[in-house]
């Protein structure tokens, strides 16, 4: 039977191999499973099959026997990109699919091209062109692999980057690096920044070597760019940073569904949640939320106004007046409109 899988993977009906080698149906099946327990299990591969009265070989394919769990994963992995892949992007997801089909079972194919009927991903705030996605990745990429730097267009006018990472936030891809002078020489007191990757055009990669490369040894110049870019974004709230006093932010949550819901997401890489449970200053507070060390209140200001009610900014004071400005210009405008339809 195995030098028969070796030649041909069939597959084969269980009855017409019992029948050609004169045994019984339960005979086939028992060798079937021993074959399987000794090749497929030590190896986690699928290299024989068995499924509704018939059995194939899978040598060829190298076929990888996942867990559930882990094919899940897999199946939530490949949808979640595919919203990226648009145009010509949609091809690449095809072949994506196809390749990690590839080496699966053919029932875990079936289950996966069923789920994915049933499966939808919210296209909601994702930029309309995104084919510049792909274009312009591959030059950032490759910049920063080889210690290179970028030149694209930005409001009209040529810039020079050193890039150092790439930033995936609020569906949209950010370049975080410094700029440099055409000859890619380093612009002194230049502080580190971000670009949104769709708003630049032209993107292509500059054969000038990177200032940092100039300064740090070669193996050491990617770690320098990670460590700089990591402790960037740590200082980010979303994709807001720029580059002004970094403040603690201090927020109180006044009612109990607002507090569990806050509490169940990750808003900031170093957020702090905390029970409080007591009047304080005539309103009961339930809990209590910072956002240390952020460099901008941009989106912090929509995050906040975003529920209502249910915060009170605490600290800094500037930022609290500024809610309260803004709150009242809201409620003008409000009081205005239902003026104006009486």
Known sequence: MLAEL?????????????????????????????????LNTPNQREYISRYHGKYEGNFSRGIVNLSPKVRLYLFLALKQVEPLLLNEGQEA???????????????????????????????????????HFYQALNEVFDAILYNQIIRFRYKKAIRYFDPYMVYYCKNNFYIIGKATTPSGEEIKKQRIKHYRLDRLLEVKKVWIRSPIANKVKAKEVLNYKESYADAYIDQMFEAENNNNQ??????????????????????????????IGQMIQGKYVVGQIKFPNVASP???????LGWGSALEVVAPRHFKEEIQKEIKILFDQVYRLSVFNR
């Open 93 to 131: 997801y095809k072949l994506l699919f196809q390749h990690a089909c590839s080496v699966l079972p053919k029932q875990d194919i079936e289950r996966m091209k069923s789920w994915s009927k049933f499966y939808r991903i919210k296209q909601f705030g994702y930029p309309k062109e995104r084919i």
């Open 298 to 304: 941009m989106e912090l200001k929509k995050w906040v």
């Open 246 to 275: 970094r403040e603690d932010y201090i927020i109180n949550i006044l009612e109990q569904n607002a507090f569990q819901r806050i509490g169940e997401k990750e808003w900031h890489p170093r957020q702090e949640i905390k029970l």
């Open 6 to 38: 070796l030649l041909d993977p069939g597959p084969y009906k269980i009855k017409e191999t019992a029948l050609r080698y004169g045994v019984s149906d339960k005979q086939v099946r028992n060798d079937i499973d021993y074959l399987r327990e000794k």
